[in-house]
């Protein structure tokens, strides 16, 4: 598999994540946020998730980041959905610097 460009990788994480959105609903699952693709990144998607667990924060937030071959994952967690998406939209640039110019 890696020596496939990673926008073909991320298909299938792009489906799992929309099916669960289908399956639990917005109020356990969302998709695609409002968060701006980074300059240099191919393909991006986020993705953001109810936690089940007593020991487990509520929520957690993920994107996932394409360049070339490489794939990123970036996942930020909180009390909320909100609070999580907020922190992931600011973890996001951050981490994608770097990446891009692997």
């Given at each position: 598999m890696s020596?496939?460009?990673?926008?073909?990788?991320?298909?299938?994480?792009?489906?799992?994540?929309d099916n669960c959105v289908l399956s639990f609903g917005a109020d356990q699952a969302v998709a695609n946020l409002p968060i701006a693709k980074p300059e240099g990144v191919e393909d991006f998607y986020t993705y953001c998730k109810a936690n089940q667990g007593p020991d487990m924060v509520p929520w957690s937030c993920q994107a996932y980041l394409t360049r070339g071959k490489m794939i990123a994952l970036v996942v930020a967690?909180?009390?909320?959905?909100?609070?999580?998406?907020?922190?992931?939209?600011?973890?996001?640039?951050?981490f994608a610097a770097p990446f891009v110019k692997a």
């Open positions: 020596e496939l460009p990673a926008s073909v990788l991320m298909l299938p994480l792009r489906r799992g994540a967690s909180g009390q909320s959905q909100a609070a999580a998406a907020a922190q992931l939209t600011s973890a996001v640039p951050i």
